[in-house]
């Protein structure tokens, strides 16, 4: 029996420094040597989930098929048994978490590594038979424990689903705008709040921002499922993002794209992704806004140059609400900047938090909206794609 363990406990070991290999790999690739101080970090934190569940797994896996004669059937049932019941925990996590596909991808390679790590030893020198049940039997309540428990989370977190119903002729952006105190409660249907999408993609509700899954469905005007449109939509990344300024949080905005194959590829191209601008407490930029301006204010972000360490940098937003930065980046934490009215004589006031609205970081671009909490949701959202083609067009 020790000698069983001792190979168990030695395969699982190298299986993590396999993994903490295979994971800084990429990165010493693009960015040097200094990638390598990630390889022990993640062979430390992969060595807890390897030992206490990957290993209870491959003892189950020998002893059912330490009777099998044929070795062609031996490694089928282990690798069903080692990648099987190795991901289905975090399969059953991905049910409500979003962002799950490369811990997924890497706990299955870890699974895989491990069968190909166990089958090597073994052919080298079969010992699965010393595997017995006093073994056998505490690795399969490990196993079923583990999964058991991930299928509870799964159940009770899968609480609160929504349905966004989307009109069915609408195409780009769709933001609903939750724990906005002015707007109305979802309504529930059964289980499900039901989220209906206006005309223009947006949806603005008291509610705060459901943690179950979601669904999605097309429907008319007269508010019925028109189901002949789920095969010629794509509808992908969910983004869920919350402004906090001045220590005050906005309404948290869920947002996603509906349209073909095409035009999402086109909106989530490598150089338009969008993200929420977080800011940070300790003023690093100051942004300035003549006083009578009111709408998007964007921010052009420019060439990589050398410019004064000392902060707060200062950007100026002129009478169109367009500014430029000479940098590639703004870089942004949790919190707030500091955004000043400007006037006509020169005389500066700072804005407070009930006139800055959805501040949004795009590779090239900062938007955000500067005015009343009327105003703001009477705009239409703003649009990166229609942005650039404007800026494209009137350049030419």
Do not use: C
């Not at 905005?253 to 989530?268: D, H, L, M, N």
């Not at 338009?272 to 300035?288: H, I, K, L, N, P």
């Not at 934490?333 to 006031?349: C, P």
């Amino acid at each position: 029996m020790g000698r069983y363990l001792v190979r168990k406990v030695w395969i699982s070991l190298i299986v993590a420094l396999l993994i903490g290999v295979l994971f800084v790999s990429p990165g010493v690739i693009d960015s040097g040597v200094e990638a390598l101080v990630y390889g022990p970090i993640v062979f430390i934190y992969a060595i807890p989930f390897i030992v206490l569940y990957g290993m209870p797994v491959s003892i189950l896996s020998d002893f059912f098929v330490k009777k099998i004669a044929a070795m062609w059937l031996k490694v089928i049932i282990s690798f069903l048994i080692h990648v099987g019941f190795g991901t289905i925990p975090f399969l059953l996590a991905s049910l409500y978490f979003d962002g799950l596909r490369e811990g997924i991808g890497l706990v299955g390679l870890g699974a895989l590594l491990y069968w190909i790590v166990y089958l090597i030893f073994e052919v080298k020198s079969p010992i699965t038979y010393l595997v017995t049940w006093p073994i056998a039997t505490p690795a399969a309540f490990v196993t079923a424990a583990v999964i058991i428990v991930y299928f509870v989370q799964a159940i009770d977190n899968i609480g609160e689903p929504v349905i966004y119903k989307i009109p069915e002729d609408y195409r780009g952006v769709v933001k609903i705008y939750y724990n906005d105190e002015d707007a109305k409660p979802l309504k529930q249907q059964d289980k499900y709040f039901i989220a209906p999408i206006n005309e223009n993609g947006i949806l603005r509700t008291s509610t705060p921002t459901p943690s179950g899954v979601y669904t999605y469905t097309f429907v008319n005007e007269e508010g019925e499922e028109v189901e002949n449109h789920h095969n010629l939509l794509h509808f992908d990344n969910v983004l869920t993002s919350e402004f906090e300024y001045e220590q005050e949080s906005e309404s948290e905005i869920t947002s996603f794209f509906v349209g073909t194959k095409a035009e999402a590829k086109k909106y989530y191209g490598e150089n338009e992704q969008v993200y929420t601008a977080d800011f940070r407490s300790e003023a690093t930029y100051q942004f300035y806004v003549p006083q009578s301006f009111r709408g998007w204010a964007v921010v052009e972000l420019g060439e990589e140059l050398k410019i004064t360490e000392q902060t707060p940098y200062s950007i100026y937003i002129n009478n169109q609400g367009i500014g430029k930065f000479p940098l590639t980046w703004i870089d942004y934490q949790q919190q707030a900047d500091k955004f000043f009215f400007v006037s006509s004589t020169g005389e500066q006031h700072q804005i407070m938090k009930d006139m800055i609205h959805e501040p949004m970081l795009y590779p090239d671009l900062f938007a955000v909206f500067v005015g009343t909490k009327e105003e703001y949701k009477k705009s239409k959202p703003f649009h990166y794609i229609t942005y650039k083609e404007k800026l494209s067009q009137y350049k030419q």
